[in-house]
């Protein structure tokens, strides 16, 4: 049987693949939980810098199955939506990562697709590739993208987006900020690896927490922010002092993650 995930690690990168090309990569309950299990894994792995997510063949993810609610629904069981589960969505498990969180969108983010490329800090994306969040169109609930999106481009534009579920050219959402890179169709990861190598250079306890206070500090009045105190204390780390040397001697840095 073949893995819903491809798991690799490449340098300092987890490399998480979505396995169900067969269904454009749509995510049932056991690939929900596989990439949920695996971001948790690569979270506590102190040889992990950055967690990159991308789909297998021509498409990113488009979105949940539902297959499985039509299974539900054929069973006389009812689909209850995010807010009425025992435990964290897919979502939640992204955006409580410690580590950078990196979206290689090789295809079509659709629906929940689109979601996951949001749920992470940066998106690196194929020049084909396009997103689009239809749930209006299909009867159902968007509640991660409802949140994230006004967050992350105008109201108007986010509400435009989530009302229409109209497909968005890469063009488009890069003219919003929602692309930080685009790589062409042919290579997108090995691409996108280039430019992860940038971040993966940087210290890892830096990382985690100019990420942990970007994430809390949101929405936060900036007086109180600033004094916001949370994740690995950088300033008293060996990673500190070697930064130190390793720019005095005109060296690149050797990281201990300590």
């Known amino acids: ?11 300092r990168t ?9 269904r454009r990569n ?6 929900n939980d596989a990439l ?30 539902l297959q499985d609610a039509k299974d539900l629904a054929d069973a006389g069981k009812p689909f209850y939506g995010p807010l009425h589960n025992t435990r964290r969505s897919l979502f939640e498990v992204m955006i409580d990562s410690r580590k950078p969180t ?47 999106l006004p967050t992350l481009v105008p109201f108007g534009i986010a509400m435009e987006w989530l009302y229409t579920g109209r497909r968005i050219p890469h063009e488009e959402a890069r003219l919003y900020g929602l692309v930080n890179r685009t790589v062409p169709d042919n290579d997108p990861v090995d691409s996108a690896m280039e430019f992860i190598g940038e971040i993966t250079s940087s210290a890892p306890l830096s990382l985690q927490r100019l990420k942990l206070t970007a994430r809390h500090s949101q929405g936060m009045p900036p007086r109180e922010a600033i004094r916001l105190d949370i994740g690995p204390d950088v300033y008293l780390s060996e990673d500190q002092k070697e930064g130190a040397r390793a720019f005095l001697e005109k060296r690149e840095p050797r990281w201990q993650g300590r």
């Open 102 to 148: 990196v979206a290689i969108v090789n295809g079509p983010a659709v629906a929940g697709g689109f979601e996951l490329a949001l749920s992470c800090d940066l998106r690196v994306v194929a020049e084909s590739a396009f997103f689009a969040v239809p749930e209006a169109k299909r009867g159902r609930g968007a509640h991660y993208a409802s949140v994230a």
């Open 26 to 31: 749509a995510l049932n309950r056991a690939l």
């Open 14 to 22: 987890r490399l998480l693949t979505l396995n169900r090309p067969e």
């Open 1 to 11: 049987m073949t893995e819903v995930l491809e798991i690799q690690t490449i340098g």
């Open 36 to 65: 949920a299990e695996a971001v948790i894994e690569a979270d506590h792995d102190p040889e992990v810098y950055v967690i990159a997510i991308t789909g297998s063949g021509t498409t990113f993810c488009s979105g949940a199955d």
